[in-house]
């Protein structure tokens, strides 16, 4: 089984739509998660950190599932500009013995 | 403040051969880890680096090495080259592994 699953899509959705994604860890130790986006042929750019309260900011909502060991996000209104793979990133413990696990993204395509 | 540096850019190289990848982490951070993300693919873990030394690594084998300097910039060595060493090969930077990684714009590298 991946350390992070993530269903690759591709998610194509109409401007002003709702959509989710979700992606699995499979480490219950794991300590904190992220959500990156990156854009094609770029770097991976944080988009928000995972709070196990759920946290949002602007259109995004992320939220965390500790029990069931799932993050979410979730994007309302969608825009054009919002097309992009969308990196799910999991890291097991704080401090210098960290890695960053990433499931393989989300594409999101957002049409006219 | 700048960003995460990587050099070069791109990169073509022979089968056989080996390379170099060179990272300056963001001012203020101390902790280097190298990804490798083939194509259509998340960021698979590669190494981490703090105060020079290899803290972490993933399922890569011994021809992939590297070094982190006093300034905390970061080298990727890889020897032998395989057609499946063609990837991007992305830096990603922190202070002592907290939070979220920032990562620079990678070096997309081919092997012929």
């Known amino acids: 089984r991946k350390e992070v699953e993530q269903d690759p899509g591709p998610f194509n959705v109409p401007e002003g739509a709702t959509v989710a994604f979700n992606c699995t860890y499979s480490?219950?130790?794991?300590?904190?998660f992220f959500w990156y986006r990156q854009d094609c042929r770029k770097e991976p750019k944080l988009l928000m950190s995972v709070y196990s309260s759920g946290n949002e900011d602007g259109r995004f909502t992320a939220q965390l599932n500790r029990a069931s060991q799932y993050i979410s996000l979730l994007i309302r209104d969608s825009k054009l500009s919002d097309s992009a793979t969308y990196l799910c990133a999991v890291k097991g413990a704080t401090g210098t013995a960290s890695k960053l696990t990433f499931g393989t993204g989300t594409r999101l395509q957002v049409t006219l | 403040d700048a960003g995460v540096t990587q050099s070069p850019t791109h990169l073509i190289k022979t089968r056989g051969q080996q390379v170099t990848l060179r990272c300056s982490p963001k001012s203020g951070h101390d902790t280097v880890s190298w990804y490798q993300q083939a194509l259509g693919q998340g960021p698979q873990f590669i190494f981490q680096?703090?105060?020079?030394?290899?803290?972490q690594r993933g399922n890569f084998p011994d021809r992939f090495s590297g070094h982190q300097f006093p300034n905390y910039s970061s080298e990727l060595n890889v020897n032998a080259l395989l057609l499946g060493d063609s990837a991007l090969y992305l830096c990603?930077?922190?202070?002592?592994?907290?939070?979220?990684?920032?990562f620079g714009s990678g070096t997309r590298l081919t092997v012929v």
């Open positions: 990603a930077s922190s202070f002592q592994g907290y939070y979220g990684y920032t």
């Open positions: 680096y703090y105060e020079e030394e290899e803290r």
């Open positions: 480490n219950s130790a794991s300590q904190s």
